[in-house]
Protein backbone atom coordinates (compact mmCIF):
# COMPACT_ATOMS: atom_id res chain seq x y z
CA UNK A 1 0.00 0.00 0.00
CA UNK A 2 1.30 3.67 -0.39
CA UNK A 3 2.64 5.50 2.34
CA UNK A 4 0.76 6.75 5.10
CA UNK A 5 -0.26 10.65 4.72
CA UNK A 6 -0.64 12.95 7.80
CA UNK A 7 -3.96 13.44 9.20
CA UNK A 8 -6.58 14.70 6.74
CA UNK A 9 -8.79 18.06 7.19
CA UNK A 10 -12.17 17.69 6.71
CA UNK A 11 -12.92 21.31 6.47
CA UNK A 12 -13.90 21.09 2.58
CA UNK A 13 -17.66 20.15 3.12
CA UNK A 14 -20.14 20.96 0.73
CA UNK A 15 -20.33 24.30 2.15
CA UNK A 16 -16.84 24.93 2.17
CA UNK A 17 -14.72 27.38 0.61
CA UNK A 18 -15.24 28.57 -2.92
CA UNK A 19 -12.21 26.80 -5.16
CA UNK A 20 -10.83 28.89 -7.94
CA UNK A 21 -12.96 26.89 -10.27
CA UNK A 22 -16.12 29.00 -9.42
CA UNK A 23 -14.19 31.74 -11.91
CA UNK A 24 -16.66 32.54 -14.68
CA UNK A 25 -16.25 29.92 -17.20
CA UNK A 26 -17.95 29.72 -20.62
CA UNK A 27 -21.78 29.27 -21.17
CA UNK A 28 -23.01 25.96 -21.29
CA UNK A 29 -24.04 24.60 -24.92
CA UNK A 30 -23.43 27.63 -27.81
CA UNK A 31 -26.64 28.39 -29.44
CA UNK A 32 -25.75 28.73 -32.78
CA UNK A 33 -27.94 26.02 -33.24
CA UNK A 34 -30.70 24.71 -32.72
CA UNK A 35 -30.31 20.83 -32.68
CA UNK A 36 -27.03 21.29 -30.28
CA UNK A 37 -28.14 20.52 -27.07
CA UNK A 38 -30.40 17.54 -27.64
CA UNK A 39 -27.77 16.63 -29.90
CA UNK A 40 -25.09 16.41 -27.20
CA UNK A 41 -27.80 14.79 -25.13
CA UNK A 42 -28.05 12.14 -27.42
CA UNK A 43 -24.34 12.18 -28.26
CA UNK A 44 -23.38 10.95 -25.07
CA UNK A 45 -26.07 8.26 -24.41
CA UNK A 46 -26.59 6.61 -27.78
CA UNK A 47 -24.51 6.32 -30.02
CA UNK A 48 -25.30 4.01 -32.77
CA UNK A 49 -22.48 1.49 -33.92
CA UNK A 50 -24.31 1.75 -37.59
CA UNK A 51 -22.64 2.50 -41.01
CA UNK A 52 -24.48 6.09 -41.18
CA UNK A 53 -24.40 7.05 -37.34
CA UNK A 54 -25.02 10.56 -37.81
CA UNK A 55 -27.93 9.48 -40.19
CA UNK A 56 -29.57 8.01 -37.33
CA UNK A 57 -29.00 11.30 -35.21
CA UNK A 58 -30.47 13.09 -37.99
CA UNK A 59 -33.85 10.90 -38.10
CA UNK A 60 -33.88 11.19 -34.09
CA UNK A 61 -33.47 14.95 -34.50
CA UNK A 62 -35.76 16.05 -37.58
CA UNK A 63 -32.59 17.41 -39.74
CA UNK A 64 -30.58 15.58 -41.93
CA UNK A 65 -27.37 14.35 -42.12
CA UNK A 66 -25.26 16.87 -43.34
CA UNK A 67 -26.36 19.05 -40.83
CA UNK A 68 -25.54 16.90 -37.84
CA UNK A 69 -22.24 16.19 -39.79
CA UNK A 70 -21.85 20.01 -39.71
CA UNK A 71 -22.85 20.45 -36.28
CA UNK A 72 -20.30 17.57 -34.95
CA UNK A 73 -17.50 19.31 -36.66
CA UNK A 74 -18.31 22.49 -35.19
CA UNK A 75 -18.52 21.45 -31.30
CA UNK A 76 -15.44 19.53 -31.60
CA UNK A 77 -13.94 22.65 -32.60
CA UNK A 78 -15.59 24.80 -30.22
CA UNK A 79 -13.72 22.05 -27.83
CA UNK A 80 -17.38 21.36 -26.28
CA UNK A 81 -16.81 17.07 -27.63
CA UNK A 82 -13.34 15.83 -26.83
CA UNK A 83 -13.44 12.53 -28.40
CA UNK A 84 -16.34 9.57 -30.06
CA UNK A 85 -14.91 6.37 -29.54
CA UNK A 86 -15.44 3.18 -27.33
CA UNK A 87 -15.39 3.26 -23.61
CA UNK A 88 -14.05 -0.28 -23.02
CA UNK A 89 -14.16 -2.18 -19.51
CA UNK A 90 -10.53 -2.11 -18.63
CA UNK A 91 -11.07 -5.15 -16.00
CA UNK A 92 -12.44 -7.22 -18.87
CA UNK A 93 -9.80 -6.52 -21.13
CA UNK A 94 -7.12 -8.04 -18.44
CA UNK A 95 -5.90 -3.98 -17.79
CA UNK A 96 -5.23 -3.17 -13.84
CA UNK A 97 -6.03 0.32 -12.78
CA UNK A 98 -6.13 2.47 -9.59
CA UNK A 99 -6.76 5.35 -8.44
CA UNK A 100 -4.09 7.30 -6.48
CA UNK A 101 -3.84 10.14 -3.94
CA UNK A 102 -0.60 12.22 -4.04
CA UNK A 103 -0.05 15.17 -1.13
CA UNK A 104 2.75 17.35 -2.76
CA UNK A 105 3.78 20.18 -0.61
CA UNK A 106 5.45 23.93 -1.78
CA UNK A 107 4.20 26.43 -4.65
CA UNK A 108 2.25 26.10 -7.27
CA UNK A 109 5.05 25.74 -9.57
CA UNK A 110 6.37 22.37 -7.65
CA UNK A 111 2.74 21.11 -7.11
CA UNK A 112 2.21 21.54 -11.05
CA UNK A 113 5.99 19.84 -11.82
CA UNK A 114 4.94 17.06 -9.74
CA UNK A 115 1.59 16.61 -12.02
CA UNK A 116 3.51 16.85 -15.08
CA UNK A 117 5.49 13.75 -14.08
CA UNK A 118 2.36 11.95 -12.94
CA UNK A 119 0.86 13.00 -16.82
CA UNK A 120 3.29 11.74 -18.49
CA UNK A 121 3.03 8.13 -17.85
CA UNK A 122 0.58 7.05 -21.16
CA UNK A 123 -1.26 4.95 -18.39
CA UNK A 124 -2.76 8.41 -16.19
CA UNK A 125 -5.76 9.19 -17.96
CA UNK A 126 -7.35 11.60 -15.21
CA UNK A 127 -5.10 14.01 -12.83
CA UNK A 128 -6.83 16.88 -11.06
CA UNK A 129 -5.57 18.98 -8.74
CA UNK A 130 -8.21 18.89 -5.91
CA UNK A 131 -9.17 21.10 -2.77
CA UNK A 132 -7.80 19.51 -0.14
CA UNK A 133 -4.68 17.96 1.76
CA UNK A 134 -4.44 14.98 -0.10
CA UNK A 135 -4.09 17.04 -3.51
CA UNK A 136 -3.19 15.61 -6.38
CA UNK A 137 -5.45 12.79 -8.06
CA UNK A 138 -4.66 10.86 -10.67
CA UNK A 139 -5.87 7.70 -12.31
CA UNK A 140 -3.50 4.75 -13.78
CA UNK A 141 -4.25 1.85 -15.84
CA UNK A 142 -1.63 -0.58 -17.22
CA UNK A 143 -2.00 -3.60 -19.20
CA UNK A 144 -2.15 -7.37 -18.25
CA UNK A 145 1.31 -8.02 -19.45
CA UNK A 146 3.30 -4.95 -17.86
CA UNK A 147 6.64 -5.61 -16.67
CA UNK A 148 6.43 -3.07 -13.24
CA UNK A 149 3.00 -3.42 -12.42
CA UNK A 150 -0.07 -1.41 -10.99
CA UNK A 151 1.04 -0.74 -7.74
CA UNK A 152 4.82 -0.30 -8.37
CA UNK A 153 3.84 1.82 -11.21
CA UNK A 154 2.27 4.26 -9.12
CA UNK A 155 5.18 4.33 -6.47
CA UNK A 156 7.66 4.78 -9.16
CA UNK A 157 6.15 7.80 -10.36
CA UNK A 158 5.89 8.80 -6.55
CA UNK A 159 9.92 8.71 -6.69
CA UNK A 160 10.33 10.12 -9.75
CA UNK A 161 8.31 13.19 -8.55
CA UNK A 162 10.11 13.17 -5.49
CA UNK A 163 7.35 12.95 -2.95
CA UNK A 164 6.57 10.25 -0.83
CA UNK A 165 3.02 10.56 0.47
CA UNK A 166 1.42 8.21 -2.43
CA UNK A 167 -1.64 6.53 -1.03
CA UNK A 168 -3.15 3.84 -3.47
CA UNK A 169 -7.16 3.81 -3.37
CA UNK A 170 -7.80 0.63 -5.42
CA UNK A 171 -11.77 -0.04 -6.05
CA UNK A 172 -12.78 -2.54 -4.00
CA UNK A 173 -16.23 -2.80 -5.37
CA UNK A 174 -17.53 -0.61 -8.26
CA UNK A 175 -21.09 0.64 -8.62
CA UNK A 176 -20.92 2.52 -11.65
CA UNK A 177 -19.00 3.94 -14.12
CA UNK A 178 -20.45 6.34 -17.14
CA UNK A 179 -20.64 10.30 -17.50
CA UNK A 180 -24.08 11.67 -18.33
CA UNK A 181 -24.22 15.15 -18.31
CA UNK A 182 -27.69 17.32 -17.89
CA UNK A 183 -26.42 19.19 -21.40
CA UNK A 184 -30.31 20.19 -21.76
CA UNK A 185 -30.56 21.19 -18.28
CA UNK A 186 -34.20 19.76 -17.77
CA UNK A 187 -33.37 16.78 -14.92
CA UNK A 188 -34.29 17.36 -11.62
CA UNK A 189 -30.91 16.30 -9.55
CA UNK A 190 -32.61 13.36 -8.35
CA UNK A 191 -33.39 11.75 -11.53
CA UNK A 192 -32.19 8.34 -12.42
CA UNK A 193 -31.06 6.14 -14.67
CA UNK A 194 -31.11 2.07 -14.89
CA UNK A 195 -27.68 0.76 -15.48
CA UNK A 196 -27.94 -2.04 -18.43
CA UNK A 197 -25.98 -5.70 -17.92
CA UNK A 198 -23.97 -6.98 -20.73
CA UNK A 199 -26.49 -9.60 -22.54
CA UNK A 200 -23.47 -12.78 -23.02
CA UNK A 201 -20.90 -14.12 -20.85
CA UNK A 202 -17.47 -12.24 -21.14
CA UNK A 203 -14.87 -14.03 -22.21
CA UNK A 204 -11.45 -13.97 -20.58
CA UNK A 205 -9.08 -11.48 -20.98
CA UNK A 206 -6.37 -14.27 -22.03
CA UNK A 207 -8.54 -15.14 -25.06
CA UNK A 208 -8.80 -11.98 -26.79
CA UNK A 209 -7.24 -12.63 -30.25
CA UNK A 210 -4.44 -10.17 -32.21
CA UNK A 211 -7.75 -9.41 -34.08
CA UNK A 212 -9.58 -8.38 -31.47
CA UNK A 213 -6.72 -6.21 -29.98
CA UNK A 214 -6.82 -4.94 -33.34
CA UNK A 215 -10.25 -3.91 -33.58
CA UNK A 216 -10.03 -2.73 -29.87
CA UNK A 217 -7.18 0.16 -31.42
CA UNK A 218 -9.50 0.85 -34.38
CA UNK A 219 -12.67 1.74 -32.29
CA UNK A 220 -10.93 3.61 -29.78
CA UNK A 221 -9.44 6.18 -32.06
CA UNK A 222 -11.84 9.19 -32.21
CA UNK A 223 -14.73 9.01 -35.38
CA UNK A 224 -14.42 11.20 -38.02
CA UNK A 225 -17.21 13.53 -38.35
CA UNK A 226 -17.91 12.20 -42.35
CA UNK A 227 -21.03 10.34 -43.83
CA UNK A 228 -19.26 6.65 -43.54
CA UNK A 229 -17.21 7.05 -40.22
CA UNK A 230 -16.39 3.55 -39.28
CA UNK A 231 -15.11 2.76 -42.96
CA UNK A 232 -12.20 5.41 -42.29
CA UNK A 233 -11.29 3.31 -39.75
CA UNK A 234 -12.00 -0.22 -40.85
CA UNK A 235 -9.61 0.68 -43.81
CA UNK A 236 -6.99 1.72 -41.43
CA UNK A 237 -7.15 -1.41 -39.49
CA UNK A 238 -7.53 -3.93 -42.19
CA UNK A 239 -11.53 -4.56 -41.37
CA UNK A 240 -14.46 -4.18 -43.76
CA UNK A 241 -16.73 -2.05 -42.15
CA UNK A 242 -19.58 -4.43 -41.46
CA UNK A 243 -17.10 -6.56 -40.00
CA UNK A 244 -16.04 -3.91 -37.59
CA UNK A 245 -18.94 -2.56 -36.67
CA UNK A 246 -20.11 -6.01 -35.55
CA UNK A 247 -16.89 -6.54 -33.66
CA UNK A 248 -17.76 -3.14 -31.60
CA UNK A 249 -21.04 -4.47 -31.15
CA UNK A 250 -20.23 -8.37 -30.15
CA UNK A 251 -17.74 -6.32 -27.40
CA UNK A 252 -20.77 -4.59 -26.23
CA UNK A 253 -22.80 -7.30 -25.83
CA UNK A 254 -20.11 -9.21 -24.02
CA UNK A 255 -19.64 -6.46 -21.47
CA UNK A 256 -15.80 -5.51 -22.78
CA UNK A 257 -17.58 -2.62 -24.27
CA UNK A 258 -19.06 -0.70 -21.87
CA UNK A 259 -20.45 1.52 -24.40
CA UNK A 260 -19.68 3.55 -27.74
CA UNK A 261 -20.51 7.66 -27.12
CA UNK A 262 -18.91 10.98 -26.93
CA UNK A 263 -16.97 12.23 -23.95
CA UNK A 264 -17.98 15.58 -23.21
CA UNK A 265 -15.11 18.71 -22.10
CA UNK A 266 -16.89 19.24 -19.42
CA UNK A 267 -16.04 22.98 -18.82
CA UNK A 268 -16.34 23.95 -22.16
CA UNK A 269 -19.74 22.46 -22.06
CA UNK A 270 -20.32 24.54 -19.32
CA UNK A 271 -19.79 22.42 -16.38
CA UNK A 272 -17.53 23.65 -14.23
CA UNK A 273 -17.79 22.15 -10.94
CA UNK A 274 -16.15 18.51 -10.54
CA UNK A 275 -16.68 16.80 -7.02
CA UNK A 276 -15.79 14.23 -5.61
CA UNK A 277 -17.77 13.16 -2.95
CA UNK A 278 -16.06 10.69 -0.08
CA UNK A 279 -18.49 9.46 2.41
CA UNK A 280 -18.24 7.03 5.57
CA UNK A 281 -20.65 4.26 5.54
CA UNK A 282 -21.17 1.27 7.74
CA UNK A 283 -19.83 -1.58 6.47
CA UNK A 284 -22.93 -3.59 6.61
CA UNK A 285 -24.48 -0.61 4.50
CA UNK A 286 -22.09 -0.34 1.55
CA UNK A 287 -24.25 -1.88 -1.21
CA UNK A 288 -27.30 -0.61 -0.34
CA UNK A 289 -25.85 2.69 -0.41
CA UNK A 290 -23.56 2.23 -3.53
CA UNK A 291 -26.52 1.26 -5.68
CA UNK A 292 -28.60 3.58 -4.39
CA UNK A 293 -25.89 6.39 -5.32
CA UNK A 294 -25.51 4.58 -8.36
CA UNK A 295 -28.98 5.07 -9.63
CA UNK A 296 -28.88 8.99 -10.03
CA UNK A 297 -27.92 10.70 -13.23
CA UNK A 298 -25.76 13.24 -12.17
CA UNK A 299 -23.45 10.89 -10.07
CA UNK A 300 -21.01 9.51 -13.25
CA UNK A 301 -18.79 6.91 -11.05
CA UNK A 302 -19.40 5.12 -8.05
CA UNK A 303 -16.37 2.97 -6.10
CA UNK A 304 -15.95 1.54 -2.70
CA UNK A 305 -12.08 2.30 -1.66
CA UNK A 306 -10.08 1.31 1.03
CA UNK A 307 -9.80 3.24 4.83
CA UNK A 308 -6.99 4.41 6.18
CA UNK A 309 -6.57 5.34 10.42
CA UNK A 310 -6.54 9.09 8.76
CA UNK A 311 -9.38 8.55 6.15
CA UNK A 312 -12.49 6.56 7.00
CA UNK A 313 -14.35 7.35 3.76
CA UNK A 314 -15.18 4.30 2.22
CA UNK A 315 -17.59 5.27 -0.56
CA UNK A 316 -16.73 7.93 -3.17
CA UNK A 317 -19.10 9.29 -5.63
CA UNK A 318 -18.26 11.76 -8.53
CA UNK A 319 -20.75 14.57 -9.36
CA UNK A 320 -20.63 17.43 -12.70
CA UNK A 321 -22.28 20.29 -11.89
CA UNK A 322 -22.62 23.97 -14.42
CA UNK A 323 -22.66 25.79 -10.65
CA UNK A 324 -21.33 24.20 -7.34
CA UNK A 325 -24.85 24.12 -6.29
CA UNK A 326 -26.13 21.56 -9.01
CA UNK A 327 -23.38 19.56 -6.92
CA UNK A 328 -24.38 19.56 -3.65
CA UNK A 329 -28.10 18.88 -4.41
CA UNK A 330 -27.27 15.56 -5.74
CA UNK A 331 -25.48 14.92 -2.79
CA UNK A 332 -27.70 16.56 -0.70
CA UNK A 333 -30.50 13.72 -2.18
CA UNK A 334 -27.90 11.21 -1.54
CA UNK A 335 -26.94 12.10 1.85
CA UNK A 336 -30.79 12.26 2.54
CA UNK A 337 -31.70 8.78 0.95
CA UNK A 338 -29.18 6.92 2.13
CA UNK A 339 -29.47 8.58 5.88
CA UNK A 340 -25.62 9.68 5.46
CA UNK A 341 -24.39 12.84 7.58
CA UNK A 342 -20.62 12.24 7.51
CA UNK A 343 -19.03 13.25 4.17
CA UNK A 344 -17.04 15.56 2.24
CA UNK A 345 -16.82 16.64 -1.27
CA UNK A 346 -13.45 17.68 -2.70
CA UNK A 347 -13.72 19.65 -5.27
CA UNK A 348 -11.28 19.56 -8.61
CA UNK A 349 -9.65 23.28 -8.80
CA UNK A 350 -7.34 22.45 -11.94
CA UNK A 351 -7.60 19.61 -14.63
CA UNK A 352 -4.00 18.54 -15.77
CA UNK A 353 -4.79 15.54 -18.16
CA UNK A 354 -8.37 13.79 -19.13
CA UNK A 355 -8.45 11.14 -21.67
CA UNK A 356 -9.71 7.54 -22.12
CA UNK A 357 -7.79 4.02 -21.71
CA UNK A 358 -5.56 3.63 -24.90
CA UNK A 359 -5.03 -0.22 -24.95
CA UNK A 360 -2.66 -2.46 -26.63
CA UNK A 361 -0.60 0.60 -27.66
CA UNK A 362 3.11 0.95 -28.17
CA UNK A 363 3.75 4.24 -25.48
CA UNK A 364 2.84 2.25 -22.34
CA UNK A 365 5.84 -0.06 -23.21
CA UNK A 366 8.25 2.11 -24.43
CA UNK A 367 7.80 3.88 -21.47
CA UNK A 368 8.31 1.03 -19.24
CA UNK A 369 11.62 -0.09 -21.33
CA UNK A 370 12.49 3.29 -20.11
CA UNK A 371 11.81 3.09 -16.32
CA UNK A 372 11.65 -0.18 -15.14
CA UNK A 373 14.87 -0.39 -13.92
CA UNK A 374 14.39 3.04 -11.66
CA UNK A 375 12.15 1.63 -8.85
CA UNK A 376 13.61 1.79 -6.10
CA UNK A 377 14.26 -1.50 -4.10
CA UNK A 378 11.89 -2.04 -0.91
Known amino acids: MGASLPGCRADHALS ?75 RRLGYKSMLAAVKVEGTQEEIDRAAAVFSGHPGVT ?28 IDLLGQLAGVDNVRHMPSKRFFKIGVDLDVKGDRAPNAKKARPEPMLPTPAPESLTDRDKDAIRALQID ?47 GFAFNGMGVWKVPVERLEECGLAMAAYRGVSHCY ?38 DYIVLYSTKEYKKTRVSYFTPEMYAWEDVHAGLLAPV
Not at 132 to 143: E, G, R
Not at 223 to 248: M, N, V
Not at 309 to 323: A, E, I, Q, V
Open 126 to 153: HNYLRDHDMNIWFTLAVPPDSQIGLEQS
Open 16 to 90: GRISSMDAPVAAPVSPDHAIDADLLDLIQNEFPLVARPYAAFAEKLGTDEAVVIERVAALRAAGQIRQISAIFDT
Open 304 to 341: ERPTYPDWPYNLFSMTHGRTKQECEDVLVAIAQECELD
Open 223 to 269: LPASARPFLELAEQHGFDEAELIERGAQFIRTGQMRRYAAVLAHRKA
